[in-house]
């Protein structure tokens, strides 16, 4: 009897019908939206923070791996794993690099498809331009910014815990 539930068990594991199989699926938004914080007119206009932080998340995650099938909306059933997220900040000034240094904030949250609280975080990260970045417009200083926070969420994706805080923090 003992032989035939650890053959059980083991067939189990091996099959992933056990406790802690992986989810494959993830649900990133098409887009990151502002919470309700002041942002530039133009910075919120001509920018696309919210596009480029959930397109840099996808790119990024697709690359370590940790989901195999990355989507934009909930499917109808199954089990998956939703990342949210707001950007809370975003200072960019114009006039480049010469106007200081640029940053973005997010927080966000990871739930499984019953929507129970995995992890969250807040990413932040800031920008004087990088090399050359005297020639470098606003925007795309804070590309910089979204591209850094895309893979910092990336990387908290692979062990999502409460309360982290990621980039420059």
């Not at 919120?44 to 370590?64: G, H, P, S, W």
């Amino acid at each position: 009897m003992h032989k035939l539930m650890f053959v059980l068990l083991f067939t189990l594991f091996l099959t992933g019908n056990i406790v802690g199989q992986t989810v494959d699926t993830l649900v990133i938004p098409h887009k990151i939206e502002y919470a309700k914080i002041p942002v530039r007119d133009k910075v919120r206009k001509e920018c696309q923070l919210e596009e480029k932080i959930a397109r840099f998340m996808v790119d990024y995650t697709k690359k370590n791996g940790t989901y195999s099938n990355i989507v934009r909306e909930k499917p109808d059933s199954g089990d998956y794993h939703v990342l949210e997220a707001k950007i809370t900040a975003a200072a960019g000034s114009g006039g480049g690099a010469w106007s200081g240094a640029k940053s973005v904030r997010i927080e966000g949250t990871l739930k499984d498809a019953s929507g129970k609280l995995i992890g969250n975080f807040s990413a932040g990260r800031f920008s004087g331009g990088g090399a050359f970045g005297a020639y470098k417009g606003t925007c795309s200083i804070l590309g910089r910014c979204t591209k850094a926070i895309g893979k910092d969420v990336a990387q908290w994706l692979k062990s999502p815990t409460q309360d982290a805080l990621l980039g420059d923090h």
